[in-house]
């Protein structure tokens, strides 16, 4: 039986319970007006409130609301995770439930995967109503930093609403805090058609923002894993094998040097610091040589690194 929809709306949440009501009846009003077959993936990302109460009664009026729900917070990255799994659509598209994102967007999105052959098309919220020192300026910082070091010409890697060709959502993996470079997964899985469209940007009705600087700090640190990952994570030894070698052969080169001098009388073996410093690079290409052969043993095969606890789920 084909279960295919014209589109999935995946929507992570935390603590969002006051906003869902009208995200789903502005969500509702324009699949209605479009006349789009369409299911909405509320994943629940181990809300203290009431979120969960809701997504029950939106399934119970609407069946196409469909939901999960974790049994405590993991992050945004784990729920789109879940929900890129359970999405049955051609277009998937997501947003986050804070009513800042608006779901007008979501038919030209979906047309531009669709109908102009993008495989992802990422938001860009060009006039922001965020704080200006808090989130603005880090975010635009952020951009440029992730633009420079993965080629890809996106203003606003981390707008929460994009759209995908389902192909893409089924064929990388999201985890950690990796949701702000999607984009750059998607890339170095071979899904090269990345475009964007300016979207608009709303001011927060309820709630309060679940951005913080540890985010921030964490996001360049995940960039950092992400594109090591990327060119190096089926062979790691590539990378630790070629520094430690060449710091072994420097401290090795270092070390005949020193041993020539010394037969030579012109120094005293232990009493030249560079004696010491050519040990200690030989160590350190040894030490180097030997992370990369580990690591290339153990790449990427952990088991448990997606696996979440669910709770409770609506299909």
């Not at 984009?183 to 709630?207: D, L, M, N, S």
Request: aromatic share 14%; glycine share 6%.
């Amino acid at each position: 039986m084909d279960n295919t929809k014209d589109i999935s709306i995946v929507v992570p949440l935390f603590n969002e319970d006051e906003s869902l009501p009208h995200l789903a009846e502005w969500i509702d009003r324009v699949m209605e007006e479009h006349h789009f077959d369409y299911e909405v993936i509320m994943v629940d990302d181990g809300s203290k409130d009431t979120s969960w109460q809701v997504i029950e009664e939106l399934h119970a009026k609407n069946p196409r609301y469909r939901g999960v729900k974790f049994r405590r917070n993991y992050g945004k990255s784990a729920a789109l995770n879940v929900g890129f799994a359970h999405a049955q659509g051609d277009v998937v598209i997501t947003m986050d439930a804070d009513l800042q994102d608006s779901p007008d967007e979501v038919p030209d999105l979906y047309h531009m995967v669709k109908d102009e052959g993008y495989d992802l098309v990422s938001g860009w919220k060009k006039v922001r109503y965020d704080s200006k020192i808090a989130k603005n300026i880090p975010s635009k910082f952020f951009n440029w930093t992730t633009r420079k070091m993965s080629g890809i010409n996106l203003h606003d890697f981390n707008c929460g609403l994009k759209a995908y060709r389902r192909d893409v959502v089924k064929s990388i993996e999201v985890y950690g805090e990796m949701h702000r470079y999607i984009p750059v997964i998607a890339k170095w899985a071979g899904f090269t058609r990345i475009g964007e469209k300016v979207v608009q940007h709303r001011k927060r009705q309820y709630g309060v923002t679940k951005f913080g600087l540890n985010r921030f700090v964490n996001g360049y640190l995940d960039l950092m894993s992400i594109m090591f990952i990327s060119r190096f994570g089926k062979q790691p030894m590539h990378f630790f094998g070629l520094i430690g070698s060449l710091s072994f052969l420097l401290g090795f080169v270092s070390f005949v040097v020193v041993c020539v001098k010394k037969f030579c009388g012109l120094m005293a073996l232990t009493n030249s610091v560079w004696f010491f410093v050519s040990l200690f690079f030989m160590m350190l290409g040894a030490l180097l040589f030997l992370t990369g052969f580990i690591s290339e043993l153990i790449c990427r095969n952990s088991a448990t690194r997606n696996v979440y606890l669910i709770e409770k789920e609506l299909d």
